[in-house]
């Protein structure tokens, strides 16, 4: 399976901007679909957004969209997440994940349809 490996989390004022890495070893990384996720203190994981392999479809939910973006460097194997406008329930722990599942423009959203993970970065916006 592929290795996961996230950075750039850290403690920003409500209505600054973070970006997230999550660089990915020992395997093909255009060959998988990635995908954000996040999990705050007491709640369950929650799904942030997605990415097909070659970085051309994206989706996200009501509550990141118009302020997350997801990308991908295929050539740098790594998956970013550009967060803006962050608020103060944008606070988690944050984890990418991997799945070779689906076709070239599949996308997912569960985290049962993910198989690799990392092992999270912290993300802490202050009001």
């Known amino acids: 399976q592929v290795q996961l490996v996230e950075s750039g989390g850290g403690l920003v004022q409500a209505g600054g901007s973070l970006r997230l890495s999550c660089a990915a070893s020992?395997?093909?990384?255009?060959?998988?679909?990635m995908g954000w996720f996040r999990q705050a203190p007491g709640k369950e994981r929650e799904f942030v957004a997605a990415?097909?392999?070659?970085?051309?479809?994206?989706y996200y939910p009501d509550s990141v969209k118009g302020r997350f973006t997801i990308s991908r460097d295929n050539a740098k194997s790594t998956v970013y997440l550009q967060m803006n406008s962050l608020k103060p329930e944008d606070t988690a722990v944050y984890y990418c994940a991997a799945t070779a599942s689906g076709f070239s423009a599949s996308y997912f959203t569960r985290t049962a349809d993910f198989r690799s993970w990392g092992q999270g970065t912290q993300v802490t916006v202050s009001s």
């Open positions: 020992g395997r093909i990384f255009s060959n998988y679909a």
């Open positions: 990415i097909n392999r070659s970085g051309g479809i994206t």
